[in-house]
């Protein structure tokens, strides 16, 4: 069993939807929480972070992670075709150690 | 400021050559990490650099690879006597002191033939 899962999707929205990006993982000294963004044939890009429990919002983009249910969750509200994208989920234990991924979860957004 | 960059965008190599891999991470940025992307594995640590030393290699998938950070600054990732299972994006991340983000490159494609 892997330490992050992530479903591959692919997932397919219409645009102006909410999109609901999850996953799970089994390493409870996890602490950090990242989400990035890959488009195609390019390298990830930070979308949010977050440490320990909790949410965090930033404009279209919403983080939540639940420690105790080993679970994090991404939500786009309002989807544009420009998030059509891979989302990738990430944590650490802290230590500035290596990132531990998900497999990514490929999203299209259609007009 | 100037991201992460790394060169090649693009390599092509027979089975058995040798390839370098180089990083130019963002300035001022002390850590430095090296990942592997390929189709069934997803997103791997190979090595972690803080400054010119790496505290962890516990990725690196070989003997054939091995990875050298001169002046804090840029890092060359060697892969010698490449293989066919060595074919993968090859991506590069920088992080500042005291922070847990890390910023990524846009990645080497690597084919071995």
């Known amino acids: 069993q892997k330490e992050v899962e992530q479903d591959p999707g692919p997932l397919s929205v219409p645009e102006g939807a909410i999109v609901s990006l999850n996953c799970t993982y089994s390493?409870?000294?996890?602490?950090?929480f990242m989400w990035y963004r890959q488009y195609s044939r390019k390298g990830p890009e930070l979308l949010m972070y977050?440490?320990?429990?909790g949410n965090k919002e930033d404009g279209r983009f919403t983080a939540q992670v639940d420690k105790s249910s080993k679970y994090i969750s991404l939500f786009i509200r309002d989807s544009q075709p420009s998030d059509s994208a891979t989302y990738l989920c990430?944590?650490?234990?802290?230590?500035?150690?290596?990132?531990?991924f998900g497999a990514g979860t490929r999203l299209a957004v259609h007009p | 400021g100037a991201g992460v960059s790394q060169s090649p965008s693009n390599k092509v190599t027979e089975k058995g050559k040798d390839v370098e891999l180089r990083c130019d991470p963002i300035?001022?940025?002390?850590?430095l990490y090296w990942y592997r992307q390929s189709l069934g594995q997803g997103l791997e640590f190979l090595i972690y650099?803080?400054?010119?030393?790496?505290?962890?290699k516990s990725g690196l998938p070989s003997d054939r690879f091995s990875a050298e950070r001169t002046g804090g600054s840029v890092s060359t990732l060697t892969i010698q006597r490449t293989q066919q299972e060595d074919s993968a994006v090859y991506l590069c991340?920088?992080?500042?002191?005291?922070?847990?983000?890390?910023?990524f490159g846009p990645g080497t494609r690597l084919l071995v033939l």
């Open positions: 991340a920088s992080r500042l002191a005291g922070e847990e983000t890390q910023y």
């Open positions: 977050t440490y320990s429990s």
């Open positions: 390493n409870s000294a996890f602490q950090y």
């Open positions: 650099f803080q400054g010119n030393s790496a505290p962890d």
């Open positions: 990430a944590m650490s234990d802290g230590g500035y150690n290596k990132l531990i």
């Open positions: 300035s001022g940025h002390t850590a």
